[in-house]
């Protein structure tokens, strides 16, 4: 038998990062928010900080750069803690896209042997399109390659030896966790963490990872469009150069009459100027994920996707539903997908008639992101009752399904 | 002989645009920020806005993106209406050095006869270096052409016939005003605008340019590194495809299941998700250019930077500065360099001793830019004047000259 409400409020009790939620602005206790793996909240102390960085553009004028220029490196540094990886491997530039792009390329450049570009049908779109774009330019192979049982992502037998290959760490669907080190050792991976950066450990050192890139928009709560992030092991970083060079990721950038030579580490993959309020809420997001910890953020997030299946198991199933996420946690990040073959019109209603904010991923699937920083056990109990209520009467029935899906 | 501080006062109180000084939040009056062209101010409305979106992620949080969404298109084309382009031809996303790269591959690609590809030693380093990361990856030939007399810009004679060429509208250095039209008729140029729009009227339809990119820090006021922006014309857009193909630019962004499909119209150069505070900041610095009036803002900066000349001329000339401008109002944008041996420690000393901000570029200028809608003319005045004094008394042999040189 679930957990009843009783219980989920015990667990909130005990939970030693509750107090984090006060950390954010919450400004409909009604409303239950389980799309901070689309959009996380607003931290309280990026709204102070921005406003103190619009002040100082006000104030100090062009005074203020000789400390904004090194925003990059030092939200790199901040960010590559939160990532396991070291000071100097990460730079927070551009959007995941661009970076993307960038890496891809520098990669084909320094191993010329590399002919076949490859990722899976499960990844996020942009991933993919950005790769048919390198394909079409370079004449190379792309292989988007199925996964037998998307439920389980990818798996190293399907990755195409040799290639550079593009993954997700966490499946945006399915939630699925990739076998980050197994799938590396088959091909030159590029890691996409936008996923699970934040709520699930990356280890990017420790697993011995060469290359990365992600958003901070999501679990990072950088806000809408914050920039994107790359990640360059130190031993790889010297090899490799961008093909969008740009004066910020010149040598000496003050030196103007000279021939572009690349920076010095991974500042080399910077473009242009970057973007400094933006910067300053990656900075204060990524600060507050690094003081709960990510191990501890890691295991309130399964705990609370643990009590989401459950209730699934108990009130769902018999109404249609089906799990669309791993079942082990283990193999799980941090969002839950819940298969019905009304998705779209339910998802509507949780949002129009029951205050519950999901996200729907095309066909099937209402998406319930677990933002371990400020969601409670409660929530998570109350969201998956209003959602049985709200089926169990047939209400999405009754929404207009017309409304464009803008995520 | 020159104008009296009264004079100037007296153009001041004449000046039709002198309420817009009041839009712009000023924290020290005795401040002469003549670096406008480098950072614009902050606009008051601008602090309010960023405020409300603010607020609006922390409230709303994914329910703001059906709004957000259409934050490049809308500022894209309030951006329009300063450059004289039209609604759907700029869009607003990424970096100038992003945009001038995705630009110039969509070109040499859509159009294989494009061999060379050009700009001369006097355009921004950063543009330089886009193309010589181009002209590497393609193995094109990239010519980088000295223009006879840098005071005058790039003629067109000195430019390859048929090329590929990027050209700054306004030179960074001597603020040389590029005959657009002539240039144009010569080759297919690209246009960087950063250093005139939103001070010098740029026509884009009027004088049949095709292409454009720039940044919006400048005149445009919207913040350190916000975004920068593309122009492609109407009749050019659908032949031209984008070389980083992100969901942002997909012709159906959310039926994720398909190869990608370049967006219609200008959306298509977009490619990840875009910065929401950045694109709110970039509007409400076109807005408040765009009431002002670009010709209004023309005629301002001429009568402005034909003052400081005529001091220069009078009291500077003297002291062994030599005009680095064109002294052609008409072949001038908005800044006005002011040539001596001496130019960095002049430039440290006007900033630590005379409450002076200009901007050093080298190897002998201080650059004065004249952002017309919050400059006076007594500003001008008093700038100079302290210029004046300080170098007669040679307080610029005082300052520590070791400073690092960042903008």
Redo the contacts between chains.
């Keep these: 038998m679930a957990l009843t409400r009783g219980d989920a409020m015990r667990l909130d009790n005990a939970d030693p990062l509750a107090d984090f939620r006060e950390r954010f602005?919450i400004?409909?206790e009604h409303k239950l928010?389980l799309?901070g793996n689309?959009?996380g909240?607003?931290p309280k102390a990026?709204?102070d900080r921005?406003?103190r960085v619009?002040?100082q553009?006000?104030?100090e004028?062009?005074?203020?750069?000789?400390e904004?220029?090194e925003a990059p490196a030092r939200t790199g540094d901040a960010l590559a803690e939160v990532l396991g990886a070291s000071a100097g491997e990460v730079l927070v530039t551009?959007?995941?896209?661009?970076n993307l792009?960038k890496l891809v390329?520098a990669l084909l450049?320094a191993d010329p042997a590399l002919r076949t570009i490859a990722t899976d049908t499960d990844n996020?779109?942009?991933d993919?399109?950005?790769l048919?774009?390198?394909a079409r330019?370079r004449g190379l192979e792309l292989q988007i390659f199925e996964n037998a049982d998307p439920l389980n992502g990818p798996q190293p037998d399907d990755v195409p030896e040799g290639a550079l290959v593009v993954l997700s760490h966490v499946g945006y669907r399915s939630g699925a966790l990739a076998d980050m080190a197994a799938l590396d050792a088959r091909a030159t991976v590029i890691w996409d963490l936008s996923h699970s950066a934040g709520a699930v450990p990356i280890d990017l050192n420790a697993r011995g990872l060469r290359y990365a890139v992600g958003?901070t928009?999501k679990y990072l709560n950088a806000?809408?469009?914050?920039?994107?992030y790359l990640y360059v092991a130190q031993a790889e970083q010297e090899r490799l150069?961008?093909?969008?060079?740009?004066?910020?990721?010149?040598d000496d950038q003050?030196?103007?009459?000279r021939?572009?030579a690349p920076a010095a580490g991974i500042a080399r993959f910077m473009?242009?100027?970057?973007?400094?309020?933006?910067?300053a809420?990656v900075e204060e997001g990524v600060r507050v994920t690094a003081e709960a910890g990510i191990e501890a953020l890691r295991a309130k997030s399964i705990a609370q996707s643990e009590l989401l299946i459950a209730l699934h198991d108990e009130w769902l199933a018999p109404l249609g539903f089906t799990l669309g996420s791993p079942r082990d946690p283990q193999r799980r990040g941090s969002h839950v997908s819940l298969n019905h073959p009304d998705a779209w019109p339910i998802c509507r209603a949780l949002?129009e008639r029951a205050d519950v904010?999901p996200?729907f991923r095309?066909p099937d699937s209402v998406r319930l992101g677990i933002a371990p920083l400020y969601t409670r056990f409660v929530d998570v109990w109350d969201a998956i009752d209003r959602l049985r209520d709200l089926v169990a009467r047939g209400v999405h029935r009754e929404v207009d399904q017309t409304r464009?899906?803008?995520?």
Tied chains: 1, 2.
Excluded at 241 to 250: D, K, M, V
Aim: charged share 15%; glycine share 12%.
């Design positions: 602005v400004a409909d928010y799309d689309s959009l909240r607003l990026t709204r921005l406003h619009i002040d553009w006000g104030d004028l062009v005074s203020g750069w000789p904004w220029i551009d959007s995941t896209t661009v792009y390329n450049d996020f779109p942009t993919r399109y950005v048919e774009g390198i330019a958003c928009y806000g809408p469009g914050a920039a994107g150069r961008t093909p969008i060079q740009g004066w910020f990721g010149q003050f030196a103007m009459e021939p572009y473009a242009g100027t970057p973007p400094i309020l933006v910067l809420a949002i904010i996200d095309g464009s899906r803008v995520t």
